[in-house]
């Protein structure tokens, strides 16, 4: 009879270690979800900024090239427009702002 009780004893240590293991296990299987979901909600936030990013530089790339044709010469910017016309703006006229044409 004190054989079958501490077998039974030792069942029971070993069931409640069981059960605290699997309850550490469960905790931990939440923890991984958790940090997944804020993985990809990064990973979508990164996925916006690259294509912000890159709507951004084409826009700026495009930029470049319509302003090409400005040089500086002496301070003062020399400006072809699409029509032919030669404008020259000092510092000055580009501290107030661009004519309108």
């Known amino acids: 009879m004190v ?3 501490q ?3 030792v069942f029971m240590s070993f069931s ?14 939440q923890q991984l979800q958790a940090q997944q979901q804020k993985c990809d909600a990064a990973k979508e936030r990164l996925d916006e900024l690259v294509k912000t990013f890159s ?9 470049a090239d319509k302003l090409q044709h400005i ?4 301070n ?15 510092k ?4 107030r702002g661009l004519p309108y044409f």
Not at 16 to 29: A, G, I, T
Not at 71 to 74: A, F, H
């Open 76 to 90: 003062t910017l020399t400006i072809m427009t699409a029509c032919g016309l030669t404008v020259g703006l000092t």
């Open 71 to 74: 040089t500086p010469v002496n």
């Open 7 to 9: 077998l039974w004893n």
């Open 92 to 95: 000055v006229d580009l501290y």
């Open 16 to 29: 409640v270690v069981c059960v605290s293991e699997q309850q550490m296990l469960e905790e931990r299987e």
């Open 3 to 5: 054989e079958q009780t």
């Open 55 to 63: 709507t951004v530089r084409a826009g700026v790339e495009h930029l």
